[in-house]
T-cell receptor, first 113, second 115 residues
Framework: GENVEQHPSTLSVQEGDSAVIKCTYSDSASNYFPWYKQELGKRPQLIIDIRSNVGEKKDQRIAVTLNKTAKHFSLHITETQPEDSAVYFC????????????FGQGTRLTINP | SAVISQKPSRDICQRGTSLTIQCQVDSQVTMMFWYRQQPGQSLTLIATANQGSEATYESGFVIDKFPISRPNLTFSTLTVSNMSPEDSSIYLCSYAGGQLNYGYTFGSGTRLTVV
């Protein structure tokens, strides 16, 4: 089955700098790649997603890139702010419509003021 | 997107007992998913719940331990049976937005402590 590896497990950056989190997946049939942000004690919240027919997607300070050949995708956060501090999870799924998500191990991002 | 409600939000249970967690969505959804998140860990899928058929369980999870009901397209329950301290975790339900909307929404989670 699908396996998603996420790196790094922890990341600390200065406020205003950029943060990059990387994920690799094993199943070349995977075609949907969301990113979730989970603040302490709260549910995971979808922040951005990308489908396999797109190489890059951007939403304000957040962007995701996908390299299908290498089977990896990355989350980029620019101009980081203290409220970006959280645990971020990547995930992958395949097929049409509602399919199960396989999650990466998570990255704890800390923004230092 | 539809609103998803999950309860209870937390519970402390004695070992050997069972707890049923409920998940309600305010519109019809095809599939619902149940995840477990152990402290400081990622989310692991327990099973996929389809309306009108038996749930599909992931490796390492069995129906006798985690029976699931899906009586209609807006509701599902997960029961954690014969609990042990190792079952202490956060349990989350989720649904996907539909054929053209792949976004997944999670319930607020149930924090279970088994003593």
């Amino acid at each position: 089955g699908e396996n998603v590896e996420q790196h790094p497990s922890t990341l600390s950056v200065q406020e205003g700098d950029s943060a990059v989190i990387k994920c690799t997946y094993s199943d070349s049939a995977s075609n949907y790649f969301p990113w979730y942000k989970q603040e302490l004690g709260k549910r995971p919240q979808l922040i951005i997603d990308i489908r396999s027919n797109v190489g890059e997607k951007k939403d304000q300070r957040i962007a995701v890139t996908l390299n299908k050949t290498a089977k990896h995708f990355s989350l980029h956060i620019t101009e980081t702010q203290p409220e970006d501090s959280a645990v971020y999870f990547c995930a992958a799924s395949k097929g049409q419509g509602a399919q199960k998500l396989v999650f990466g191990q998570g990255t704890r991002l800390t923004i230092n003021p | 997107s539809a609103v998803i409600s999950q309860k209870p939000s937390r519970d402390i249970c004695q070992r050997g007992t069972s707890l049923t967690i409920q998940c309600q969505v305010d519109s019809q959804v095809t599939m619902m998913f149940w995840y477990r998140q152990q402290p400081g860990q990622s989310l692991t899928l327990i099973a996929t719940a389809n309306q009108g058929s038996e749930a599909t369980y992931e490796s390492g999870f069995v129906i006798d331990k985690f029976p699931i009901s899906r009586p209609n397209l807006t509701f599902s329950t997960l029961t954690v049976s014969n609990m042990s301290p190792e079952d202490s975790s956060i349990y989350l339900c989720s649904y996907a937005g539909g054929q053209l909307n792949y976004g997944y929404t999670f319930g607020s989670g149930t924090r279970l402590t088994v003593v």
